[in-house]
C-alpha cells in the first residue's frame, strides 16, 4: 500500500529565504507526482506535475525534483515571500495511472515578513 | 472554463438528516473524484469515477456514503443519514484522461458540519 510522507510538518522562515520540503513515497512505482498548494479554507491548486520519466519541473521560484528509486521529491523554494504561506501537499498516482492520487499530509509554511 | 464547482459551500446539519453535495467537473473531463479532509486523516479518496462509471469506491467509509454521475457534468455526494463524524471538507476534483500532463483539478470544497 503506498503511503506518502511529508516532514517538516510545518516550517517557519523569514522572508527572503530559500526552502526545501519534502515528500517521501513507500513505492517507487508511481505514474508521476503533483505538488500542491493549499490556501486556508481554500481548495487545492496544483503547483508542479512530475512525469515519473522526468527529474524535476520548474516553474517560477518553484522547482520540484523527483528521485523515483529512492521515493522521494523534493519542492524548492526560492526567496520566499509573505504571500507563499500555505500548506503545501504532495500526492502521487500509481504506474497503473488509475487515477487515483495518493496524498501526503502536508507542510504548512509561514514565511514571516 | 469556471473550473470545478461545488455546492454548498458550507452546511451544517443535525445527526442524522440526509445530506447531499454536488460537484459539476470542468468541462471535457471524464474522471471524477470526491475527496475528505479531515485535520486527523488528511486527504483521503472516496471515490472516482471515469466516464461517469464508479472505478472504484474502497475509500468510501461505510453503507450510509453513496455517490452518483447520471452525467458527465454532474455527480453528488450522499450521507444518509449523516454523524458527527461526518464532519470534514469534501472536495470534488476532476481531470482529462487524455491530456498531457494529466493534472487534477480541485474544487473550493463543502464544508460539512453535524451536529
Known amino acids: 500500500k503506498q503511503e506518502v510522507t511529508q516532514i517538516p510538518a510545518a516550517l517557519s522562515v523569514p522572508e527572503g529565504e530559500n526552502l526545501v520540503l519534502n515528500c517521501s513515497f513507500t513505492d517507487s512505482a508511481i505514474y508521476n507526482l503533483q505538488w500542491f498548494r493549499q490556501d486556508p479554507g481554500k481548495g487545492l491548486t496544483s503547483l508542479l506535475l512530475i512525469q515519473s520519466s522526468q527529474r524535476e519541473q520548474t516553474s517560477g521560484r518553484l522547482n520540484a525534483s523527483l528521485d523515483k528509486s529512492s521515493g522521494r521529491s523534493t519542492l524548492y523554494i526560492a526567496a520566499s515571500q509573505p504571500g507563499d504561506s500555505a500548506t503545501y501537499l504532495c500526492?502521487?498516482?500509481?504506474?497503473?495511472?488509475?487515477?487515483?492520487?495518493?496524498f501526503g499530509q502536508g507542510t504548512t509554511l509561514q514565511v514571516k515578513p | 472554463d469556471a473550473g470545478v464547482i461545488q455546492s454548498p459551500r458550507h452546511e451544517v446539519t443535525e445527526m442524522g438528516q440526509e445530506v447531499t453535495l454536488r460537484c459539476k467537473p470542468i468541462s471535457g473531463h471524464d474522471y471524477l473524484f470526491w475527496y475528505r479532509q479531515t485535520m486527523m486523516r488528511g486527504l483521503e479518496l472516496l471515490i472516482y469515477f471515469n466516464n461517469n462509471v464508479p472505478i472504484d469506491d474502497s475509500g468510501m467509509p461505510e453503507d450510509r456514503f453513496s455517490a452518483k454521475m447520471p452525467n458527465a457534468s454532474f455527480s453528488t455526494l450522499k450521507i444518509q443519514p449523516s454523524e458527527p463524524r461526518d464532519s470534514a471538507v469534501y472536495f470534488c476534483?476532476?481531470?482529462?484522461?487524455?491530456?498531457?500532463?494529466?493534472?487534477?483539478?480541485f474544487g473550493e470544497g463543502s464544508r460539512l458540519t453535524v451536529l
Open positions: 500526492a502521487v498516482t500509481g504506474s497503473s495511472n488509475t487515477g487515483k492520487l495518493i
Open positions: 476534483a476532476s481531470r482529462s484522461g487524455t491530456s498531457n500532463p494529466r493534472e487534477l483539478f
